[in-house]
Every structure is written in structure tokens, then in C-alpha cells.
């Protein structure tokens, strides 16, 4: 019976690994969320290029991101993450799947195994579903459902992962997808993921991260980063200076604290007014919540845009008072 049989195999995030025991190492940074992924030893249907999973990339097949993620057994996973929870180690647990036929499927007697041992929110990263296959992850108690969009404009989302890019997904497909995850979740319940730094102006993000919050999607925010045997591996690595501005609007719009709408922006597109006062958005810097890694909650990537030690573009956990005050010189100067 499909989403029935629990699939032999899993991939697990290394930190993850880590926090679930299943393998000794020390972390600069502990994940609140366990990170799956769904196995299959072909790469994915889909061929993103940012992406070491994508079906012509020749990046590592044990990466997702910069971040590895080793192969285990699924029964084993399962249980650690039972105790994990119980422990107060692990606050969410985040699938995300390969597109393959099976994929859904997979995902569902993950989650039914899952929740048949402990009570834990869990999301979904996956591409656009049909509503039939949103209402039964509804029913397999799925708590948060995201369908990727990854690029800010159409034009980019072609030539990533869509089209030009050899891809299944369109533009329009995707933010349909979107729309209908709301209708079954409803508003709150579903995320997108949205990459600063594939080319696009700092006015097109902005104005993407507005759609999605009048939509009732929240976009947690990712810096492009380069991954070696990928479509975009030679790509730049986007500013981390105008990464700061685009966290601070996206902070400010997902706390209604401002509008798009309502900001300014130069003839090359980048945030010259966020549509507040100077206090307004020092206060909001000083919190250094903007500046903290976005998604669902208790969803904190350690290092998956950044290697440990390097710039930070998304804080795992709460900056510093030395860090915001860097921030603070990154975006006010
Ligand atoms: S925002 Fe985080 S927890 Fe949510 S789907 Fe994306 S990676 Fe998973």
C-alpha cells in the first residue's frame, strides 16, 4: 500500500547525525531541527543548478547544499529521533525529498513512523504536489508543507531550475502549488525557500518575499552558495552586505512592520529606504533577529550558506552584541 512500507535507507544531515547519536563529532553550532532526506542511489528527476542532487550535477551525491549528509538505516532514524524529542534535542523534523515517482510515498510512511513513536512538528520540503497529495499529508499529520521557489523572478527560476535549466518545474506551476498548500494548510502552515544571490535585484526579492507574505507563505531566506560539479558552481557568491538589507526587509515585511510598497529603491534596484525611521530600523538591527537564520520554526541550518569560522549570513542561534554591531556598520555605512 503506498506510503505504507518504510523505505530501508535515509540520508541525514552531518549535524543532525550528530545531535540523533548516530555519529560521535562536536558541532559549532547545534541544528534545532533534525534535516532528512529521502534516499535513492540515482541523483534527482529535477536539475536545479545550484543543487549537488540535481540529475546532471557532478557534485558529491552525499551533499545537499555545502552540508553532507550520510546514508543510514531508516528504522534507526527514526527511533534516535523518538529520544531526541523526548530529550528536548530536537524541536521540528524537516524532509526533504529527491523528486522521484516514489518520493511522496516515501515521505509519508517516514512521517506516519514518525508520528506513530512522538509527537513532533514536521515539514516538508518538496516540489509542487497536487491537492490530493497535500490532503494526505494533512492526514499523515504533516505539520508545515514547503514548495521551493528558489529564484525572485521568472526569468531566474528558468534558467536555475526551470526550462533553460533542463528542469520539470515552471514558474507558474510552482506558485500555483503554493497557493493550493494554503487552501488545504491554510495561511501560516507553508514555506518557500528563496535564494539571495542568483542574479537577481535586491527590489525583485523584496518584492517576491512581499507576494509570498500576502499569499500567507513564509519564504525563509538562503544565500546563494557556490557547490563544486553544479550548473552554478562557478557563480559568484552573492554580497554580504546587501544580503544584510535583503534579511532586514525580509524581516520587516514578515513582521508587517513594513511593506514593500512602502520602501525605496536606487536605479540599480537596491533597498535605499525601508519605508521606516532610522530608530525604527536600528531597533530591529539591535535585536539581531533579522539577521538569524529564516524558515519554519525552530528551523536554524548551522552553516548551510557559510563555512563555520567564515562570514556569517544566516546566525544559527542569536548574534552577539560585538556581531550586531558589525551588522550594524554593514547595513547603515
Ligand atoms: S524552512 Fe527549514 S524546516 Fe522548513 S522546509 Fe525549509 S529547510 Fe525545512
Partial sequence: MPGESLPEKIRVSVGSAIVLGLINGTLDAE???????????????????????????????????????????????????????????????CIQTLNYPACIDDALSIIKKIRSLVDVPISISCQPLDQQQMERLCEAGVNRVSIPLDAATKEIFNRVKGRLAGGPYTWNTQRKALKTAVQVLGRGRVSTHLIAGLGEREQEIVQMIQWC??????????????????????????????????????????????????????????????????????????????FMTSGCPSCNRPFYNERPGGAIYNYPRQPSSDEIAEIEKQILT
Fill in 31 to 93: 541544528p534545532t531541527t533534525v534535516y532528512l532526506l529521502t534516499y535513492r542511489p540515482e541523483k534527482c528527476a529535477a536539475n536545479c543548478g545550484f543543487c549537488p542532487q540535481a540529475r546532471s550535477s557532478e557534485g558529491r551525491a552525499d551533499m545537499l547544499s555545502r552540508v553532507t549528509w550520510p546514508i543510514f538505516l531508516t528504522e534507526q532514524v527514526v527511533s534516535s529521533i523518538s529520544s531526541a524529542v523526548k530529550t528536548g534535542s530536537t524541536r521540528r523534523v
Fill in 213 to 290: 507574505v500576502d499569499l500567507g507563505v513564509y519564504p525563509g531566506l538562503f544565500s546563494f552558495t557556490p557547490i563544486p560539479g553544479t550548473a552554478l558552481g562557478n557563480h559568484p557568491k552573492g554580497s554580504l552586505q546587501s544580503y544584510r538589507r535583503v534579511q532586514l526587509a525580509h524581516y520587516l515585511i514578515t513582521q508587517r512592520k513594513t511593506r514593500f510598497e512602502d520602501m525605496k529603491f536606487s536605479s540599480e534596484g537596491l533597498i535605499a529606504d525601508f519605508g521606516l525611521s532610522e530608530d525604527e530600523i536600528r531597533i530591529a538591527i539591535e535585536t539581531g533577529s533579522p
